[in-house]
Nanobody, 123 residues
Framework: QVQLVESGGGLVQPGGSLRLSCAAS????????MGWYRQAPGKQRELVAT???????NYADSVKGRFTISRDNAKNTVYLQMNSLKPEDTAVYYC?????????????????WGQGTQVTVSS
């Protein structure tokens, strides 16, 4: 099986920074897109940023210029550097990865989610 384990959330003051990490482990042949999503109370889960295996990135308009997504393919890990944090960034942040595994029947690719990490921006 495949597991995604997130870390790095916490409480920070407005204008502060946090760095989230998400490490994938298990039976992995390759990882395609990786990304971060977030869900605030009473709202739907929304895309924050994604990164392809080749390093191409995509960001939600609300975080452009403040957040940076990166990945270390050797470590099967994706990061989210969050700067200039605002109270409206408060949410549970989830890691997502499209992971391919070798099976007796061929390659199987599925999307996996982490358990989520709380980010709270408040003074």
């Amino acid at each position: 099986q495949v597991q995604l384990v997130e870390s790095g959330g916490g409480l920070v003051q407005p204008g502060g920074s946090l760095r989230l990490s998400c490490a994938a482990s298990g039976s992995i042949s390759s990882i395609n897109d990786m990304g971060w999503y977030r869900q605030a109370p009473g709202k739907q889960r929304e895309l924050v940023a994604t990164i392809t295996s080749g390093g191409s990135t995509n960001y939600a308009d609300s975080v452009k210029g403040r957040f940076t997504i990166s990945r270390d393919n050797a470590k099967n890990t994706v990061y989210l550097q969050m700067n200039s944090l605002k109270p409206e960034d408060t949410a549970v942040y989830y890691c997502n990865a499209k992971v391919c595994r070798s099976t007796p029947y061929g390659t199987s690719c599925n999307a996996y989610w982490g358990q989520g990490t709380q980010v709270t921006v408040s003074s």
